[in-house]
T-cell receptor, first 111, second 112 residues
Framework: TQLLEQSPQFLSIQEGENLTVYCNSS?????LQWYRQEPGEGPVLLVT?????EVKKLKRLTFQFGDARKDSSLHITAAQPGDTGLYLC???????????FGAGTILRVKS | EAQVTQNPRYLITVTGKKLTVTCSQN?????MSWYRQDPGLGLRQIYY???????DKGDVPEGYKVSRKEKRNFPLILESPSPNQTSLYFC???????????FGPGTRLTVL
């Protein structure tokens, strides 16, 4: 059983569409991170959210941390083919200095 | 250029044949970690090291060994690989903030 559940598992959309990816848990996390991973490469950190209710923007990407610090979302506006990749969320486990990863959402943006 | 290097990038081996996957970093980071990535399971931590000569088990340490004799290197050793260790392996490093991790490019291991 995954501590962090990501949905959807797979998403295929057309260029220009908007999308939202979710990361949910029944546990509270001290902070939550989003990574993007491209084929043949390691995950690259996009953002860390720390405060419940926090919203961070990175160009066309908007990240939100739930008020109760149990969930997060990643919203992409006007998706582009370059956004294609595996998106991973990772939570800072409150009982230790470690990260717990979700299984990821595979995003494919078609031109 | 700051980087994390893993070797080999791809390896096909047979059950029981000892192997080592190397990880090297040039960022002078104290924290290093190994993960395995499997479909539907995400990244799971195998071992981590907070500093030289200090290593600790992660969530899935069985069948693996590590060593940290010097700061820049953190090899992953499979003494007797088995097919269930077929996976994509990532090394990661971090400085003071161990939660901001930098990942290597990955090693795809197949054990027949």
């Amino acid at each position: 059983t995954q501590l962090l559940e990501q949905s959807p598992q797979f998403l295929s959309i057309q260029e220009g569409e908007n999308l939202t990816v979710y990361c949910n848990s029944s546990s509270v996390f001290s902070s939550l991170q989003w990574y993007r991973q491209e084929p043949g490469e390691g995950p690259v950190l996009l953002v860390t959210v720390v405060t419940g209710g926090e919203v961070k923007k990175l160009k066309r990407l908007t990240f939100q941390f739930g008020d109760a610090r149990k969930d997060s979302s990643l919203h992409i506006t006007a998706a582009q083919p370059g956004d294609t990749g595996l998106y991973l969320c990772a939570g800072e486990w409150e009982y230790g200095n470690k990260l717990v990863f979700g299984a990821g959402t595979i995003l494919r943006v078609k031109s | 250029e700051a980087q994390v290097t893993q070797n080999p990038r791809y390896l096909i081996t047979v059950t029981g044949k000892k192997l080592t996957v190397t990880c090297s970093q040039n960022m002078n980071h104290e924290y290093m970690s190994w993960y395995r990535q499997d479909p539907g399971l995400g990244l799971r931590q195998i071992y981590y090291s907070m500093n030289v000569e200090v290593t600790d088990k992660g969530d899935v340490p069985e069948g693996y060994k590590v060593s940290r004799k010097e700061k820049r290197n953190f090899p992953l050793i499979l003494e007797s690989p088995s097919p269930n260790q077929t996976s994509l392996y990532f090394c990661a490093t971090a400085s003071d903030d161990v939660l901001t991790q930098y990942f290597g490019p990955g090693t795809r291991l197949t054990v027949l």
